[in-house]
């Protein structure tokens, strides 16, 4: 008599892959919601000493990105978090190579000439950029981390009491991270000064 096999139960598909890891993008605007609550509670009970605020920034959006930043600050000085999502023109990238795309992710000290954000001011921070390239013949796709220092500086130019417009230009400079990154066959590294320049819209509370 032929034995009886029992039936092989199949694992579900999980979700897991689509659920329970979510992307940097969508974790760092969960925090950086969290953080917007948090400083406009705290600005709001000591609105004498503290000040917060929220920023976007046009150019990554003109290349089909998205930019957000959040900052708090007291009389002169302010501290930025932000993110952004870049397709680099092609015209600013190296021969060769297309489809420069980079996450990065900042944290920066702004001091401002004026207590009241007014005017001229300068800022300095540490940056990350993770990145994506490829070469004009678009075979492969190459990733790469690289660590940068930045400094820039600006204008604020008050719309209403509580909403400005920035023009602003800065310079990154790599200190660290991958050199020689094999695209097809080239290679690429990404070069030591990295200028930019935009106009930001902000709102402060």
């Known amino acids: 008599m032929p034995l009886k096999r029992k039936p092989v139960k199949q694992k579900p ?3 897991s892959s689509y659920t329970k890891q979510p992307t940097m993008k969508y974790l760092f605007l969960t925090l950086l919601t969290m953080l917007v609550i948090s400083i406009s509670s705290t600005a709001q009970e000591h609105s004498k000493q503290l000040n917060a605020g929220i920023e976007l920034d046009v150019l990554p959006y003109a290349t089909g990105g998205w930019f957000a930043a959040a900052w708090v600050g007291k009389e002169h000085l302010r501290i930025r978090l932000l993110a952004a999502s870049v397709n680099k023109p092609d015209f600013t990238t190296k021969k060769g190579f297309t489809g420069h795309h980079i996450n990065a992710y900042a944290l920066v000290a702004d001091y401002s000439l004026d207590e009241q954000w007014k005017g001229w001011w300068l800022g300095g921070g540490l940056v990350l950029w993770n990145s994506t390239i490829q070469t004009d013949a678009k075979l492969q796709t190459a990733s790469f981390t690289n660590y940068l220092i ?14 400005y417009l920035s023009p602003w230009t800065g310079m990154s400079i790599r200190v660290a991270g991958e050199k020689n990154v094999p695209v097809d066959s080239k290679r690429y590294t990404l070069p030591l000064l990295n200028p930019e320049a935009s106009l930001k819209l902000g709102i402060w509370f």
């Open 13 to 15: 598909y999980g979700l």
């Open 150 to 163: 930045n400094g820039s500086a600006g204008y604020n130019i008050s719309l209403t009491k509580n909403i």
